[in-house]
């Protein structure tokens, strides 16, 4: 299993959530920094079974919970394609939230 790890203390706002995502799970050059570009990177990195795992989420959810949400609520569409198109979601996202 892959597994990518992201602090939650250094998503406070939009652009350093996408500045952070493209860093840490290195998303192409031309990412787009927005909920559709994080969606299909995601969904690309996830050709095996991938882990994402968000430290700090506590810290996340208190102070960006918009963050969070878009997090759980993204990954949840990325399995949910693979679904449609007869593949296994892959995607597994853990929190200490």
Do not use: Q
């Amino acid at each position: 299993m892959v597994t990518f790890k992201i602090n939650g203390r250094k998503l406070t706002d939009w652009k350093l959530f996408h500045s952070e995502f493209k860093a840490e799970l290195n998303f192409p050059d031309y990412y787009g920094e927005n909920m559709d570009a994080w969606i299909d990177c995601i969904d690309e990195l996830t050709e095996r079974p991938t882990l994402l795992l968000i430290e700090n989420g506590k810290y996340l959810r208190k102070n960006a919970p918009e963050l969070l949400n878009a997090i759980l609520e993204c990954g949840a569409f990325v399995n949910y394609r693979k679904i449609e198109i007869g593949e296994n979601p892959n995607l597994l996202i853990a929190t200490d939230c």
